[in-house]
């Protein structure tokens, strides 16, 4: 059945994760999430409840240290290598991703960039 299929494939989304990608899909322009006052919509929806913009802009504009650092920054061998959307590629991704940030000691326990969630 074709509605069990749409359920399975939100499994792991929260709710808030559901309605933001809901908001930003909707074909009906007026209705459209960010439609009425643009990104400021889209920043103040519930799935960036615990996100500090100001902090992340703060971060990325001063150098920021390690906490602005990305987890990965992709390095493809050519312009037409599409490596890093296959199988194969996404593994190897995640192992060098995984190498890079132990040895470097940036790990995070919770797995995301640490300190820029919180809000001032």
Known sequence: ?????????????????????????????????????????????????????????ASVTSGGGDEAAPMFIPAPDDAEDTSYFDAVGRRRIRRRAARETWSSGQAHPGGGLSGLGERR
């Open 1 to 57: 059945d074709d509605d069990d299929d749409d359920d399975d494939d939100d499994e792991g989304l929260s709710s808030a994760a559901r309605d933001l990608i809901s908001g930003l899909l909707t074909s009906e322009v007026a209705a459209r999430l960010g439609s009425v006052n643009g990104a400021d919509d889209v920043k103040a929806h519930a799935f960036f409840q615990s996100l500090s913009f100001d902090r992340v802009l």
